[in-house]
């Protein structure tokens, strides 16, 4: 109960992620020599880098869930952060070496096996930390569904780079957003109120919902969707929340697409949520 409490109620992502993956790798297949060059949202990365960039997240989370593997750590006195971006970048310049090809035939063999990792995890075991939830160990259903959300945003950013159209399904949207809002209470956990306090955001549309959350005089927890909350941030569509979660606009522009009802600075702290690790 103290889980829920904390992260929220449960999500099995697998099946989304499933989906995704064989939505990605189709696009990839259909992808020109000259849209593997271009850029993209993830700036300064190209195409060919996302791509690259999934790939390794694969592998790492093969070696690192699977294969009890840590061969990475930050150096003494880097924070996590810094440490997994320097990481990234790194990989990112090594796989420069390969061709559109050759990553997608990599990425083609890692899929199945990430893919079947996920399908034999006990999901309500306690795992690593979803650092952007909080610092404590999570939920391994928790890890899986942030690394759905990771894939598929990236694939956004290749879609847009290419102009192919969104990867909009309600079901898989509504799974990103659902996860993206485990990092309300910890966004939250400097701004505590009165116990009893309610907050809820909405989202319109058919892969949108309701979500609430109650202060307990130090901590915000979850708590039953129900009408009514103290303060109401409602969103008119899921674009404007999953791209102010991963800083794909800032929280100025953010607040001009939303209304906040209620008490006006708990809702301008709740746009500061942030559920990818920078």
């Known amino acids: ?125 306690i795992g690593e930390a979803v650092t952007w939830a909080g610092p404590d160990p999570a939920p391994v259903w928790l890890d899986c569904a942030r690394d759905f959300t990771e894939y598929w945003v990236h694939q956004q950013q290749i879609r847009g780079a290419t102009g192919r159209a969104p990867v909009d399904g309600p079901r898989a949207v509504h799974t990103v957003l659902d996860t993206f809002l485990r990092a309300v209470p910890h966004t939250l956990s400097p701004h505590p109120r009165p116990a009893g306090t309610t907050l809820a955001v909405t989202v319109d549309g058919p892969a949108g919902g309701h979500w609430a959350w109650r202060c307990d005089g130090e901590r915000w927890l979850w708590a039953p969707p129900a009408g009514g909350a103290d303060t109401l941030v409602a969103f008119p569509d899921p674009d404007p929340l ?37």
């Open 1 to 125: 109960m103290e889980t829920q409490a904390r992260f929220g109620p449960r999500i099995d992502a697998r099946e989304e992620f499933a989906q995704d993956r064989a939505v990605l790798l189709a696009l990839l297949h259909d992808l020109g020599p000259d849209e593997w060059e271009r850029p993209t949202a993830a700036a300064p990365w190209l195409v060919r880098d996302v791509v690259a960039h999934l790939l390794g997240d694969d592998l790492g989370r093969l070696a690192r869930t699977r294969d009890g593997h840590t061969g990475l750590a930050p150096e003494p006195g880097e924070p996590l952060a810094p440490f997994l971006h320097r990481i990234n970048d790194e990989w990112v310049h090594a796989a420069r070496r390969l061709g559109p090809r050759l990553l997608l035939d990599v990425l083609e063999t890692t899929s199945p096996q990430v893919l079947a990792l996920w399908r034999g995890l006990d999901l309500d075991a």
């Open 242 to 278: 999953w791209r102010l979660c991963t800083r794909m606009i800032e929280p100025d522009e953010a607040r001009r697409r939303v209304s906040v009802s209620g008490d006006g600075p708990l809702g301008e702290a709740l746009l500061q949520i942030v559920s990818i690790i920078r």
